[in-house]
């Protein structure tokens, strides 16, 4: 079956860096393109990042661009979202997900001021 496993989250300063990751199992990861989602306490999941099954194509919410990077290595079958330069507001349950279907078990990041 599909699983995606999220891991790297935790607690750090405003304008530290963090790197999450996101391995799976259970389908055709090469074929297929990951996006990583937030959920902040009394917020709407908003969508952070995608990256394509293809030609690796990302895509970057606006308030991300520039301090995030997303990533794929087939070889492990793990995407990572590098994130730097973070701030309070990035605080979330991070998730990673396939075709919005499928969903790991999310990842805390806590940014203090």
């Known amino acids: 079956q599909v699983q995606l496993v999220e891991s790297g989250g935790g607690l750090v300063q405003s304008g530290d860096s963090l790197r999450l990751s996101c391995t799976a199992s259970g389908f055709a990861f090469d074929y297929s393109a990951i996006a990583w989602f937030r959920q902040a306490p009394g917020k709407e999941r908003e969508g952070v990042s995608c990256?394509?099954?293809?030609?690796?194509?990302?895509t970057y919410t606006a308030s991300v661009k520039g301090r995030f990077t997303i990533s794929r290595d087939s070889a492990k079958n793990t995407v990572y979202l590098q994130m730097n330069r973070l701030k309070p507001e990035d605080t979330a349950v991070y998730y990673c997900?396939?075709?919005?279907?499928?969903w790991g078990q999310g990842t805390q990041v806590t940014v203090s001021s």
């Open positions: 997900t396939l075709e919005s279907r499928y």
């Open positions: 990256i394509s099954r293809s030609d690796g194509t990302t």
